[in-house]
């Protein structure tokens, strides 16, 4: 028999999930609903009751020719005849359950870091669970949770292995994050080969239909993802002359953006947003952010003024965005200040997906999970990387998410994990002004909301748009004379902007980009 771990079965015979329902009926909708293994998992009760469920269990998954694993019991495999076993850390070893079972026996093993995952395929593990990916409400053990980030880590390093095995990521998998897990968890050599789901099949109402959109889901992309274009020979030329059309595009179509912003600077990105044609609202919250996706705007979540109920709401805001594909900016504000903040990135990392990340240097590290040790406040605090590594970190973090990084400073770098691109437009009044980063976050999540095959060039046009108004409003000295009357200057010249573009008019960007293309 092959195995096939697309959609890989856990059991789970707990009241709360069964809800007075047989265990062998649930199972067996659930197969044909399409689960493709099952493993037979019941910690609880003595071995004579283990038999003769797994044999009950055998006989109906043998009728859909699929496998039926036991989870950690080699004794009860062998008593039923199931076609293998899942072993834990702390259970038996391949060794001695090689010696025990049938030669054809399936052998999978749990793991959660690289070092686990190389010693079971070494040792002839014929699949692994990867895991913990999400915190589950049942499983108050939480140190193992590696989210995709890890999962990815894993996956190519035995990605590069002599002996091939198959993989599947397990726990907290659920309809609404499993095309995210697999798309987030691709590493270069390597994907996963299924999902192990527990309660989202097994305590469903109707575990068949809910199997079935397990299985539709597992084969087709999130309506997020968008695969980045081939690299071009000239990329920096072939951008400069993408961007004023993706600009008069933005202009033309009046793009709504929710913004979650910090109160200290929604009133100016509002502002900023209707400058440049675009259509703000502010709401913090998070039930309303269904109704409003349904206009097809971006979200753009900004968590300068954290509280209490900040985290929840966005969480629901950003799996309403993503489950229509509608982009999703992530702008961590002080991301390293506290340890508040520290966990809130942790939960929204693991809680949906960003279309765009942006953030100053130490946001991203922080992001990134190699932090620079704690910001003193929100503002951008001195810089630790030289050039080479801040165009890395913002490769490598585009890179492990599947999406666009933009690390602000001086020079900007941006990149969807192949290409990265320095920016060195903007002018020093940007940083005397509360809010204009955050600003760029509103304007970012425009420009992704029109123009959605190349996310790095949306969001490139969306800088260079604001930083060259920046430029434009700081070189008019009869109006500027510093920070206060830079703000409605700048104002003004992005609308001159819009007003150019709408009527077609590129001369406003002609020889102005500062761009130049980074090769690590
Ligand atoms: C133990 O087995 C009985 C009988 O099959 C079943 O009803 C019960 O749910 C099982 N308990 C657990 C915790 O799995
Ligand atoms: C594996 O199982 C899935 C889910 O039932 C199914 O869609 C897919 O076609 C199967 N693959 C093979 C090779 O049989
Ligand atoms: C899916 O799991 C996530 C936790 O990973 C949870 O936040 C979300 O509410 C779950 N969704 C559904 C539909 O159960």
Same mark, same amino acid.
């Given at each position: 028999?092959?195995?096939?771990?697309?959609?890989?079965?856990?059991?789970?015979?707990?009241?709360?999930?069964?809800?007075?329902?047989?265990?062998?009926?649930?199972?067996?909708?659930?197969?044909?609903?399409?689960?493709?293994?099952?493993?037979?998992?019941?910690?609880?009760?003595?071995?004579?009751?283990? *038999?003769?469920?797994?044999?009950?269990?055998?006989?109906?998954?043998?009728?859909?020719?699929?496998?039926?694993?036991?989870?950690?019991? *080699?004794? *009860?495999?062998?008593?039923?005849?199931?076609?293998?076993?899942?072993?834990?850390?702390?259970?038996?070893?391949?060794?001695?359950?090689?010696?025990?079972?049938?030669?054809?026996?399936?052998?999978?093993?749990?793991?959660?870091?690289?070092?686990?995952?190389?010693?079971?395929?070494?040792?002839?593990?014929?699949?692994?669970?990867?895991?913990?990916?999400?915190?589950?409400?049942?499983?108050?053990?939480?140190?193992?949770?590696? !989210?995709?980030?890890?999962?990815?880590?894993?996956?190519?390093?035995?990605?590069?292995?002599?002996?091939?095995?198959?993989?599947?990521?397990?726990?907290?998998?659920?309809?609404?994050?499993?095309?995210?897990?697999?798309?987030?968890?691709?590493?270069?050599?390597?994907?996963?080969?299924?999902?192990?789901?527990?309660?989202?099949?097994?305590?469903?109402?109707?575990?068949?239909?809910?199997?079935?959109?397990?299985?539709?889901?597992?084969?087709?992309?999130?309506?997020?993802?968008?695969?980045?274009?081939?690299?071009?020979?000239?990329?920096?030329?072939?951008?400069?002359?993408?961007?004023?059309?993706?600009?008069?595009?933005?202009?033309?179509?009046?793009?709504? *953006?929710?913004?979650?912003?910090?109160?200290?600077?929604?009133?100016?990105?509002?502002?900023?947003?209707?400058?440049?044609?675009?259509?703000?609202?502010?709401?913090?919250?998070?039930?309303?952010?269904?109704?409003?996706?349904?206009?097809?705007?971006?979200?753009?979540?900004?968590?300068?003024?954290?509280?209490?109920?900040?985290?929840?709401?966005?969480?629901?805001?950003?799996?309403?965005?993503?489950?229509?594909?509608?982009?999703?900016?992530?702008?961590?504000?002080?991301?390293?200040?506290?340890?508040?903040?520290?966990?809130?990135?942790?939960?929204?990392?693991?809680?949906?997906?960003?279309?765009?990340?942006?953030?100053?240097?130490?946001?991203?590290?922080?992001?990134? !999970?190699?932090?620079?040790?704690?910001?003193?406040?929100?503002?951008?605090?001195?810089?630790?990387?030289?050039?080479?590594?801040?165009?890395?970190?913002?490769?490598?973090?585009?890179?492990?998410?599947?999406?666009?990084?933009?690390?602000?400073?001086?020079?900007?770098?941006?990149?969807?994990?192949?290409?990265?691109?320095?920016?060195?437009?903007?002018?020093?009044?940007?940083?005397?002004?509360?809010?204009? !980063?955050?600003?760029?976050?509103?304007?970012?999540?425009?420009?992704?909301?029109?123009?959605?095959?190349?996310?790095?060039?949306?969001?490139?046009?969306?800088?260079?748009?604001?930083?060259?108004?920046?430029?434009?409003?700081?070189?008019?000295?009869?109006?500027?004379? !510093?920070?206060?009357?830079?703000?409605?200057?700048?104002?003004?010249?992005?609308?001159?902007?819009?007003?150019?573009?709408?009527?077609?008019?590129?001369?406003?960007?002609?020889?102005?980009?500062?761009?130049?293309?980074?090769?690590?």
């Amino acid at each position: 028999m092959s195995i096939n771990l697309s959609l890989y079965l856990v059991t789970d015979s707990t009241p709360a999930i069964l809800k007075g329902r047989d265990l062998c009926t649930v199972v067996e909708e659930a197969l044909k609903g399409g689960v493709s293994i099952v493993q037979y998992r019941d910690k609880t009760n003595d071995t004579g009751v283990l *038999v003769e469920t797994a044999k009950k269990l055998h006989a109906i998954t043998q009728r859909y020719n699929v496998p039926l694993i036991i989870n950690d019991r *080699v004794d *009860v495999a062998i008593a039923s005849g199931a076609e293998g076993v899942h072993l834990g850390q702390d259970d038996m070893d391949i060794e001695a359950a090689k010696k025990l079972l049938p030669g054809n026996a399936i052998i999978g093993i749990s793991v959660s870091s690289v070092e686990e995952a190389r010693r079971a395929v070494e040792q002839g593990a014929d699949y692994l669970g990867i895991g913990t990916m999400f915190a589950t409400p049942t499983k108050t053990n939480t140190k193992n949770i590696i !989210g995709t980030a890890g999962t990815k880590k894993i996956l190519e390093a035995i990605g590069d292995m002599d002996r091939k095995v198959g993989a599947v990521s397990i726990g907290g998998i659920n309809l609404s994050n499993v095309q995210r897990v697999i798309f987030q968890s691709q590493a270069s050599n390597k994907g996963l080969d299924g999902v192990a789901v527990v309660s989202a099949i097994m305590g469903a109402d109707d575990p068949k239909s809910a199997a079935q959109e397990f299985v539709k889901r597992i084969s087709t992309l999130p309506p997020f993802a968008v695969l980045p274009p081939a690299p071009r020979p000239n990329e920096v030329d072939a951008l400069l002359s993408e961007v004023p059309t993706v600009v008069q595009e933005m202009v033309s179509a009046h793009p709504l *953006v929710h913004s979650m912003i910090n109160f200290v600077v929604a009133n100016f990105a509002a502002n900023v947003a209707l400058a440049i044609g675009s259509s703000p609202i502010m709401s913090p919250y998070g039930d309303e952010a269904a109704d409003l996706a349904v206009h097809g705007g971006g979200l753009l979540i900004n968590m300068g003024t954290l509280n209490g109920e900040s985290v929840s709401n966005y969480l629901k805001a950003i799996q309403a965005y993503n489950a229509r594909g509608n982009p999703v900016v992530y702008d961590p504000v002080g991301a390293a200040a506290t340890e508040i903040r520290r966990a809130a990135v942790k939960q929204l990392m693991a809680g949906g997906y960003f279309d765009l990340i942006k953030g100053n240097e130490g946001e991203i590290r922080e992001v990134f !999970g190699n932090s620079a040790g704690r910001q003193r406040g929100v503002d951008s605090g001195p810089s630790t990387l030289n050039n080479r590594e801040k165009a890395a970190l913002a490769r490598d973090l585009a890179r492990r998410e599947r999406n666009i990084v933009l690390l602000t400073g001086a020079v900007d770098y941006i990149s969807d994990g192949n290409r990265v691109i320095a920016i060195g437009n903007g002018h020093e009044f940007l940083g005397q002004v509360t809010g204009t !980063g955050c600003a760029l976050g509103t304007v970012s999540g425009a420009f992704l909301t029109v123009h959605r095959t190349d996310k790095l060039l949306a969001v490139l046009s969306g800088v260079l748009m604001f930083e060259i108004a920046a430029e434009n409003a700081a070189a008019a000295e009869d109006r500027v004379r !510093g920070p206060g009357s830079f703000v409605p200057a700048f104002l003004d010249e992005l609308y001159a902007i819009r007003e150019a573009a709408r009527k077609g008019d590129n001369s406003w960007f002609t020889g102005r980009a500062k761009i130049q293309e980074i090769h690590l």
